[in-house]
């Protein structure tokens, strides 16, 4: 039968734990261990031990030899991609991550809007999160000047130097299209223009102030128009 071993004459033996063989073997070495486990060329050894499981956190796809064929899982690492013996493979810290078996902590890559001041996880310390109104532009592996404020915000969302490290909105009547770094980076509108809110993303955002208009215009939708019965282009009116 299947998992078993032997002649017919002298009686068929159990594979040993953890391994299988097909109808009609005859020796131990047709016992093969089971995926995720390993012994001597990917068999059962003779007796009662079987094939061993890979350490905690690693798999192997086929049929292990050595423990050196068991690799690390999915946002884990260990020595050279493998877990040690009594020792299982170690998780990456929170928010961060590795595609493939790690061999080290920095291996694990920090998240997109996150960062470590290494690049990389560090030991006993998680990926922190961009401050609020910032993130890394979908990149991922930043150092913390990668976090960069949004459009229509402005700070040191990336300075180490700096204590507060914050994204400010950009006042009435400024505005700032893309995500970048810097203090200053909100853009004015210019000369008797404002924006209705904080936060405007964009230049076409601005709008003239109702002030602006000479005294036969009236603002509509930001821009100054002569009343009727005058004609002109807004600034002048006659």
């Given at each position: 039968?299947?998992?078993?071993?032997?002649?017919?004459?002298?009686?068929?033996?159990?594979?040993?734990?953890?391994?299988?063989?097909?109808?009609?073997?005859?020796?131990?070495?047709?016992?093969?261990?089971?995926?995720?486990?390993?012994?001597?060329?990917?068999?059962?050894?003779?007796?009662?031990?079987?094939?061993?499981i890979c350490p905690s956190n690693s798999s192997s796809r086929i049929r292990g030899s050595t423990i050196n064929d068991c690799t690390c899982d999915r946002n884990?690492?260990?020595?050279?991609?493998?877990?040690?013996?009594?020792?299982?493979?170690?998780?990456?810290?929170?928010?961060?991550?590795?595609?493939?078996?790690?061999?080290?902590?920095?291996?694990?890559?920090?998240?997109?809007?996150?960062?470590?001041?290494?690049?990389?996880?560090?030991?006993?310390?998680?990926?922190?999160?961009?401050?609020?109104?910032?993130?890394?532009?979908?990149?991922?592996?930043?150092?913390?000047?990668?976090?960069?404020?949004?459009?229509g915000y402005q700070g040191d969302a990336g300075n180490s130097v700096s204590a507060k490290r914050t994204c400010a909105a950009c006042s009435k009547g400024f505005?700032?299209?893309?995500?970048?770094?810097?203090?200053?980076?909100?853009?004015?509108?210019?000369?008797?223009?404002?924006?209705?809110?904080?936060?405007?993303?964009?230049?076409?955002?601005?709008?003239?102030?109702?002030?602006?208009?000479?005294?036969?215009?009236?603002?509509?939708?930001?821009?100054?128009?002569?009343?009727?019965?005058?004609?002109?282009?807004?600034?002048?009116?006659?």
């Open positions: 039968p299947a998992n078993e071993y032997g002649l017919a004459s002298g009686g068929c033996q159990q594979c040993g734990p953890n391994s299988k063989s097909p109808p009609y073997s005859t020796l131990v070495d047709d016992c093969e261990c089971d995926v995720n486990h390993f012994g001597p060329d990917g068999h059962a050894p003779e007796g009662a031990a079987g094939c061993a884990h690492y260990g020595p050279d991609g493998h877990g040690k013996e009594g020792q299982g493979c170690k998780v990456c810290p929170l928010n961060s991550f590795n595609n493939s078996n790690g061999s080290k902590l920095e291996d694990c890559t920090c998240d997109v809007n996150h960062y470590s001041p290494n690049e990389h996880a560090e030991e006993e310390a998680d990926c922190a999160k961009c401050t609020d109104h910032s993130s890394t532009n979908d990149t991922i592996g930043n150092v913390l000047a990668g976090c960069l404020c949004d459009a505005f700032k299209d893309s995500i970048g770094y810097g203090s200053g980076s909100c853009t004015a509108c210019g000369k008797d223009m404002t924006t209705d809110q904080k936060a405007s993303t964009s230049v076409q955002d601005c709008k003239q102030l109702a002030s602006a208009c000479p005294t036969k215009a009236v603002l509509i939708s930001g821009t100054c128009l002569c009343n009727p019965g005058y004609f002109g282009d807004g600034v002048t009116c006659s």
